[in-house]
């Protein structure tokens, strides 16, 4: 069951996943790293949560990521990454990488049918030039609809239409729907494919995950013993803990690091 951590609390999950041999923390960007905003290009990570995961990357054995449905490019602009960045990403939910060091490593799988998502970008044009506050994401493997500047009414109108294109044209591609977005892609990873691979590429003994929205809880199900699921807001989740905002995120952060490094004096 899912219970409230209060900022600045002790809390034996967090007290534990601090003293893991070698630590993930990996966060979802959108929501939970930053607030959500409506211009999506415009997201960047909030100061506080920023300064906690340079502390945390610090620390020996503990690793930082950022696991978000972002295709890679986009991912790498509102995180501000450099080649220099010490903060793995995982991009297209699981389906790309970037390791500090290494550089990229996509995961294997297959590729999207030539010429496939640029016909289904221009097809869904059309109908999102139709709705007010409705803009179309262009993705490596497909695309996002966001409503987060339309009404409730324009919301399902836009997805109702967008849904009956991509059952005609696209059934196979995967549907994913979270806070006012709506995704379709070619690639059927999810962020638990992230949790494995990030899992295998650090070897890792503990991961902290946190995230916000539907796909996260991909993610939250295949924590094992010994790692920490935490959900930002409301709404059904497996996660361990929950906090209200980012802003408390970044206070969770604060204290995980500071836990971290007393036990290593």
């Known amino acids: 069951m899912t219970r409230t951590w209060i900022p600045g609390a002790a809390d034996d999950a967090l007290t534990a996943i601090a003293a893991t041999p070698r630590l993930v923390v990996a966060l ?38 950022y696991v978000s449905g972002r295709s890679m490019h986009d991912l790498q602009e509102i995180t501000e990454h450099t080649a220099e960045s010490t903060i793995a990403l995982a991009g297209s939910h699981g389906a790309q990488y970037w390791f500090p060091g290494i550089g990229d490593a996509d995961a294997e799988g297959a590729t999207t049918e030539e010429g496939a998502r640029e016909a289904l970008w221009a097809a869904a044009q059309p109908i999102v030039d139709r709705y007010e506050g409705v803009g179309l994401e262009p993705k490596t493997f497909g695309m996002g609809i966001h409503t987060r500047s339309a009404s409730r009414e ?3 109108a ?11 044209r696209f059934p196979h591609w995967r549907r994913r729907s979270g806070h006012r977005v709506l995704e379709f892609s070619s690639r059927t990873e999810g962020k638990d494919a992230a949790m494995d691979t990030l899992r295998r590429h650090f070897d890792a003994t503990g991961i902290l995950f946190a995230g916000d929205d539907v796909t996260d809880e991909d993610a939250m199900r295949v924590l094992q013993p010994g790692d920490l699921g935490v959900r930002v807001g409301d709404g059904e989740s497996a996660a361990t803990l929950r906090v209200d905002t980012p802003q408390e995120i970044a206070a969770l952060l604060e204290t995980l690091a500071s836990e971290r490094s007393a036990g290593r004096e």
């Not at 790293?33 to 990570?45: D, G, I, Q």
């Not at 909030?46 to 610090?58: C, D, F, S, W, Y």
Request: hydrophobic share 55%; charged share 25%.
């Open 28 to 65: 979802d960007f959108d929501g939970t790293a930053s607030p959500l905003v409506v211009e999506p290009m415009a997201a960047r990570a909030l100061p506080e949560v920023r300064t906690q995961l340079e502390r945390l990357a610090a620390l020996p054995d503990t690793f930082i990521a």
């Open 154 to 156: 324009v919301e399902i």
């Open 158 to 168: 836009a997805f109702a239409e967008i849904d009956a294109l991509v059952e005609e």
